[in-house]
Protein backbone atom coordinates (compact mmCIF):
# COMPACT_ATOMS: atom_id res chain seq x y z
CA UNK A 1 0.00 0.00 0.00
CA UNK A 2 1.33 3.48 -0.98
CA UNK A 3 0.11 6.47 1.27
CA UNK A 4 0.15 9.84 0.16
CA UNK A 5 -0.29 12.97 1.92
CA UNK A 6 -0.87 16.86 -0.11
CA UNK A 7 -0.28 19.90 1.48
CA UNK A 8 0.03 23.13 -0.96
CA UNK A 9 1.92 25.85 0.54
CA UNK A 10 1.67 29.64 -0.23
CA UNK A 11 4.34 31.94 1.11
CA UNK A 12 3.60 32.66 5.38
CA UNK A 13 2.21 29.31 5.58
CA UNK A 14 5.34 27.24 5.11
CA UNK A 15 5.00 24.87 8.03
CA UNK A 16 1.27 24.61 8.14
CA UNK A 17 -1.34 21.44 7.68
CA UNK A 18 -4.37 22.40 7.94
CA UNK A 19 -6.09 21.24 4.05
CA UNK A 20 -3.85 18.39 4.30
CA UNK A 21 -5.82 15.46 1.51
CA UNK A 22 -5.03 11.96 1.39
CA UNK A 23 -4.93 9.12 -1.21
CA UNK A 24 -3.71 6.29 -1.07
CA UNK A 25 -3.47 2.60 -3.41
CA UNK A 26 -2.79 -0.92 -3.12
CA UNK A 27 0.90 -2.19 -4.26
CA UNK A 28 -0.33 -4.19 -7.18
CA UNK A 29 0.96 -4.47 -10.72
CA UNK A 30 -1.01 -1.82 -12.57
CA UNK A 31 -1.73 0.75 -9.54
CA UNK A 32 -1.71 4.65 -10.31
CA UNK A 33 -1.90 7.94 -8.17
CA UNK A 34 -1.77 10.85 -9.77
CA UNK A 35 -1.08 14.55 -8.74
CA UNK A 36 -2.21 17.81 -10.69
CA UNK A 37 -4.80 20.31 -11.51
CA UNK A 38 -7.24 18.14 -13.28
CA UNK A 39 -9.68 16.47 -10.62
CA UNK A 40 -11.02 14.28 -13.29
CA UNK A 41 -7.98 12.20 -13.29
CA UNK A 42 -5.62 12.74 -9.97
CA UNK A 43 -6.57 11.42 -6.77
CA UNK A 44 -4.87 14.55 -5.38
CA UNK A 45 -5.85 17.91 -6.71
CA UNK A 46 -4.21 21.32 -6.31
CA UNK A 47 -5.75 24.58 -6.66
CA UNK A 48 -6.63 25.22 -10.57
CA UNK A 49 -5.10 28.56 -10.76
CA UNK A 50 -1.67 27.06 -9.69
CA UNK A 51 -0.26 26.83 -13.04
CA UNK A 52 3.25 26.06 -12.39
CA UNK A 53 1.32 22.12 -11.75
CA UNK A 54 0.25 20.48 -14.76
CA UNK A 55 -3.06 19.37 -15.12
CA UNK A 56 -1.48 16.09 -14.13
CA UNK A 57 2.23 16.57 -12.68
CA UNK A 58 3.53 13.75 -10.85
CA UNK A 59 2.39 9.79 -11.31
CA UNK A 60 3.42 7.23 -8.22
CA UNK A 61 2.94 3.93 -10.17
CA UNK A 62 3.31 0.30 -8.71
CA UNK A 63 5.45 -1.86 -11.59
CA UNK A 64 6.12 -5.47 -12.11
CA UNK A 65 8.88 -5.48 -10.36
CA UNK A 66 7.48 -4.77 -6.82
CA UNK A 67 8.19 -1.09 -6.32
CA UNK A 68 6.82 2.38 -7.00
CA UNK A 69 8.13 5.24 -9.22
CA UNK A 70 7.42 8.63 -8.91
CA UNK A 71 7.21 9.69 -12.56
CA UNK A 72 7.50 13.34 -13.10
CA UNK A 73 4.74 13.71 -16.47
CA UNK A 74 6.07 16.44 -19.39
CA UNK A 75 3.25 18.82 -19.49
CA UNK A 76 2.08 21.30 -22.00
CA UNK A 77 5.47 23.45 -22.05
CA UNK A 78 9.04 22.94 -23.14
CA UNK A 79 10.43 24.27 -20.04
CA UNK A 80 8.48 23.28 -16.59
CA UNK A 81 7.47 26.32 -14.62
CA UNK A 82 8.34 24.01 -10.98
CA UNK A 83 11.82 22.40 -9.69
CA UNK A 84 10.31 18.88 -8.12
CA UNK A 85 12.92 17.15 -5.34
CA UNK A 86 12.62 14.06 -3.82
CA UNK A 87 13.45 13.80 0.02
CA UNK A 88 13.92 10.73 1.95
CA UNK A 89 15.46 11.10 5.21
CA UNK A 90 18.78 12.95 4.55
CA UNK A 91 18.94 12.34 1.15
CA UNK A 92 17.33 15.06 -1.37
CA UNK A 93 17.44 14.30 -5.18
CA UNK A 94 16.33 16.34 -7.81
CA UNK A 95 13.70 14.83 -10.48
CA UNK A 96 14.47 15.84 -14.00
CA UNK A 97 11.45 16.77 -16.06
CA UNK A 98 10.40 13.92 -17.53
CA UNK A 99 12.24 11.40 -15.24
CA UNK A 100 11.07 8.47 -13.60
CA UNK A 101 12.39 7.30 -10.10
CA UNK A 102 12.04 4.63 -7.95
CA UNK A 103 11.28 5.16 -4.37
CA UNK A 104 12.50 3.08 -1.66
CA UNK A 105 10.47 0.05 -0.96
CA UNK A 106 8.99 0.33 2.72
CA UNK A 107 10.20 3.89 2.90
CA UNK A 108 9.05 7.30 3.90
CA UNK A 109 9.60 11.08 1.84
CA UNK A 110 8.13 13.61 0.45
CA UNK A 111 7.92 14.98 -2.73
CA UNK A 112 7.99 18.80 -3.15
CA UNK A 113 6.84 20.37 -6.10
CA UNK A 114 8.52 24.29 -5.92
CA UNK A 115 6.90 27.15 -7.87
CA UNK A 116 9.73 28.98 -10.37
CA UNK A 117 8.74 32.25 -9.30
CA UNK A 118 6.63 32.70 -6.26
CA UNK A 119 7.11 30.99 -3.01
CA UNK A 120 4.73 28.38 -3.38
CA UNK A 121 4.77 24.63 -2.97
CA UNK A 122 3.04 21.35 -3.80
CA UNK A 123 4.76 18.94 -0.67
CA UNK A 124 3.72 15.33 -1.10
CA UNK A 125 4.69 12.88 1.65
CA UNK A 126 4.62 9.12 0.76
CA UNK A 127 4.78 6.00 3.04
CA UNK A 128 5.23 2.33 1.56
CA UNK A 129 3.98 -0.06 3.54
CA UNK A 130 4.88 -3.73 2.65
Not at 4 to 14: E, K, Q, R
Amino acid sequence: MLELTMATVSGADTGATAGMTMADAPSEPGAVLRVGRDASVCRLVTPEDWLFVSRVHLEFRYGPDGAWQLCWLRGSQAEPSAEVRLIVGEYAQTVAYGAAVTLPRGGAGEVVVQDRTAPRSVNVGFHHEV
